[in-house]
């Protein structure tokens, strides 16, 4: 279990810009050991699970290409040039 000292908590109130008064130390000391040592277990069962390789893998059905003719769409865009869309542009150079 991680242990926090009082410097530690202190600090920490210091740069958060948090006004603790002397009674409330020692309880948020106890409280941020105890989410330490959660995190500190969730990372333990963390290591144990075993991730697939390839997170979007679709297991239902196998993909397939289908042409498609891009006409049907591009007639239907305001402006276009060739076989793509014309959009505004949104980077400037």
């Given at each position: 279990?991680?242990?926090?000292?009082?410097?530690?908590?202190?600090?920490?109130?210091?740069?958060?810009?948090?006004?603790?008064?002397?009674?409330?130390?020692?309880?948020?000391?106890?409280h941020?050991?105890?989410?330490?040592?959660?995190?500190?277990?969730?990372?333990?069962?963390?290591?144990?699970?075993?991730?697939?390789?390839?997170?979007?893998?679709?297991?239902?059905?196998?993909?397939?290409?289908?042409?498609?003719?891009p006409?049907?769409?591009?007639?239907?865009?305001?402006e276009?040039?060739?076989?793509?869309?014309?959009?505004?542009?949104?980077?400037?150079?």
């Amino acid at each position: 279990m991680a242990k926090i000292t009082r410097e530690e908590v202190l600090k920490i109130a210091q740069i958060s810009h948090i006004t603790l008064r002397e009674d409330e130390v020692e309880p948020l000391m106890k409280h941020l050991e105890s989410v330490l040592s959660y995190a500190e277990r969730v990372q333990e069962i963390a290591a144990q699970i075993e991730e697939p390789l390839s997170k979007n893998v679709n297991v239902f059905r196998e993909d397939h290409i289908v042409n498609t003719d891009p006409e049907t769409i591009l007639c239907q865009a305001p402006e276009r040039e060739e076989d793509y869309f014309v959009v505004p542009a949104i980077i400037e150079k």
